[in-house]
T-cell receptor, first 114, second 112 residues
Framework: EPEVTQTPSHQVTQMGQEVILRCVPISNHLYFYWYRQILGQKVEFLVSFYNNEISEKSEIFDDQFSVERPDGSNFTLKIRSTKLEDSAMYFC????????????FGPGTRLLVL | AQSVTQLDSQVPVFEEAPVELRCNYSSSVSVYLFWYVQYPNQGLQLLLKYLSGSTLVKGINGFEAEFNKSQTSFHLRKPSVHISDTAEYFCAVSENNNDMRFGAGTRLTVKP
């Protein structure tokens, strides 16, 4: 069964550094998403991406964040100048059609900012 | 904007007992409703979803949920739980062409 994969599974970085989280969505899916889950808190929507551009973003997704689909398979989330409060689990998801279609989630990347 | 409230942060239950995890939402428009499960150290897995049609939705692993528009609820139920159902359960709502909002989650612990 096809699945969404994410790398790395864990990332430790120093405050102020840039990190890139990578995701490989399911191959025939057209919509891609990033969510984050701060430890002990709810899953929060960050951004959705379709047709090579951002279609929706939350208030969390400020200028510190950017997304990119650099090739036909990868979908990346870049966090510039990380802050302590960026420590969280970051989930990538993809869906075949729109946002109301089933979103398939990856296993997540646990980011720790020191 | 839509929001989701999961009324119980933790639900302990004995094996083979029935369980109901409560979810209420608020929205001014039509919504799509979802339940996801998160097992320890894993990503989110869709249990079931309501888009339209029958208000009783059946999902995987024997779970079902009922959409009640008048009470703006979408409670998740299972008639007999197993130890393996121990996990975090998230209710989520999506308005038309809008982002998906998750509830805070309910931790279901099934005891032998």
């Amino acid at each position: 069964e096809p699945e969404v994969t994410q790398t790395p599974s864990h990332q430790v970085t120093q405050m102020g550094q840039e990190v890139i989280l990578r995701c490989v969505p399911i191959s025939n899916h057209l919509y891609f998403y990033w969510y984050r889950q701060i430890l002990g808190q709810k899953v929060e929507f960050l951004v959705s991406f379709y047709n090579n551009e951002i279609s929706e973003k939350s208030e969390i997704f400020d200028d510190q964040f950017s997304v990119e689909r650099p090739d036909g398979s990868n979908f990346t989330l870049k966090i510039r100048s990380t802050k302590l409060e960026d420590s969280a689990m970051y989930f990538c998801a993809s869906s075949e059609q729109g946002r109301w279609e089933t979103q398939y989630f990856g296993p997540g990347t646990r980011l720790l900012v020191l | 904007a839509q929001s989701v409230t999961q009324l119980d942060s933790q639900v302990p239950v004995f094996e083979e007992a029935p369980v109901e995890l409560r979810c209420n939402y608020s929205s001014s428009v039509s919504v799509y409703l979802f339940w996801y499960v998160q097992y320890p150290n894993q990503g989110l897995q869709l249990l079931l979803k309501y888009l339209s049609g029958s208000t009783l939705v059946k999902g995987i692993n024997g779970f079902e949920a009922e959409f009640n528009k008048s009470q703006t609820s979408f409670h998740l139920r299972k008639p007999s739980v197993h130890i393996s159902d121990t996990a975090e359960y998230f209710c989520a709502v999506s308005e038309n062409n809008n982002d998906m909002r998750f509830g805070a989650g309910t931790r279901l612990t099934v005891k032998p």
